[in-house]
């Protein structure tokens, strides 16, 4: 595994994180689960990616990853990495949605609690929710990281007009934003376009998510809609809507480059996300070890020629084919 900085800090992540968003819930296979986690640690994957939120059942994936811990990995806590967020809707009543400081310390609270953790790594704020201050959710946080539940404070998603403002508020508490979590992939370069700068010039790290566009950028959909893959499950989260013939034709273009690199258009779509020297981590979703296997060989070939940025570029340079 290769280890990277997060911007300013002295913590480093593996360049592949594991996320349990889907794959990890009460709906889903636990021996395949812990296999996955177990695999992704022995390979050097130690940066785990949670949320309040994930199952189904909602919090399902965080009771699970709890028990996987407990039964697997025990004597290893201090080898690896484990976030948690709130945010988006997680328990009935005005209390379990939004980042309101209530939501964000209540949560944080029931997070530890299913994981079987003393303390979260790292904290986010999961998003912003168009209503509460930033002052309210960045303090909760800095509150969060002061009474030692978390040890590094993280924003998700936040919209460019307001990442300043939470990092200068982070900063200033001598709490500084560790990781900025957002949407990325060769069919989603909104954050690449607008939000990393902002990062990077503020000394964030930054983790991008759903970097093969939840399965898209494998070459899966070439032939229509999988039984099994996520766009044909009822809990998946990828839309059989969002699966255009202007992204599939665009994948199929992507895979005849992947395969002159010697790559899978996974390894080859996970590799052009980490050429950007701003980007720490690539957090990957499984629901298979080989899955986890074949992202992991990713790391064989990373390297980018000058007329292979071009040629890529000039294919996902395509406004049809982006995610919004
Ligand atoms: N901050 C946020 O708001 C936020 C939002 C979303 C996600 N996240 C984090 O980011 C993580 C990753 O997101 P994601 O799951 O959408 O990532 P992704 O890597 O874009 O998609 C993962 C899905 O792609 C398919 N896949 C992965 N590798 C494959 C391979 N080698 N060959 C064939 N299919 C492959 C699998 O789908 P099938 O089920 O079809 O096999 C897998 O479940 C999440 O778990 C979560 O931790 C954060």
């Not at 790594?121 to 930033?134: A, K, L, M, N």
């Not at 460019?160 to 370069?189: F, G, N, T, W």
Request: net charge neutral.
């Amino acid at each position: 595994m290769i280890y990277k900085y997060c911007g300013h800090s002295g913590v480093q992540l593996p360049i592949l994180s594991l996320g349990l968003w889907h794959n990890f819930g009460s709906v889903d296979d636990f021996s395949v689960a812990t296999q996955m986690v177990v695999k992704a640690f022995d390979a050097g994957i130690v940066h785990f990616d949670l949320a309040n939120n994930y199952g189904p059942v909602p919090g399902s994936a965080e009771s699970n990853f709890g028990r996987i811990l407990k039964n697997e990995l025990a004597s290893h806590r201090d080898e690896m990495f484990i976030s948690s967020k709130a945010g988006h809707d997680m328990w009935p009543g005005v209390y379990g949605d939004g980042s309101s400081r209530k939501n964000l310390i209540a949560s944080c609270n029931q997070s530890l609690k299913r994981c079987g953790l003393e303390y979260f790594d790292i904290f986010y704020s999961h998003r912003y929710d168009g209503v509460t201050p930033v002052e309210e959710t960045m303090q909760a946080l800095i509150d969060i990281v002061r009474q030692g539940k978390a040890l590094y404070a993280g924003i998700s998603k936040y919209p460019p007009h307001l990442q300043q403002k939470c990092y200068d508020i982070l900063k200033e508490a001598k709490v500084p934003c560790l990781l900025s979590q957002y949407r990325s992939s060769m069919l989603d370069p909104a954050a690449k376009n607008k939000n990393f700068q902002i990062a990077a010039d503020n000394g964030s790290g930054i983790i991008c998510f759903s970097p093969l566009a939840q399965g898209l950028l494998t070459g899966k959909y070439d032939n229509g809609i999988p039984e099994g893959s996520r766009a044909a499950r009822s809990t998946g989260f990828l839309q059989a809507s969002q699966v255009t013939p202007e992204r599939v034709e665009a994948v199929k273009k992507l895979a005849l480059i992947a395969k002159r690199r010697g790559q899978s258009i996974a390894q080859m779509a996970l590799a052009w996300i980490l050429d950007d020297e701003r980007v720490t981590s690539c957090i990957i979703g499984t629901s298979s070890v080989s899955q986890l296997e074949d992202n992991i060989g990713t790391l064989n070939n990373l390297s980018f020629s000058e007329e292979e940025r071009m040629e890529i570029n000039s294919i996902i340079s395509n406004p049809a084919i982006w995610f919004e």
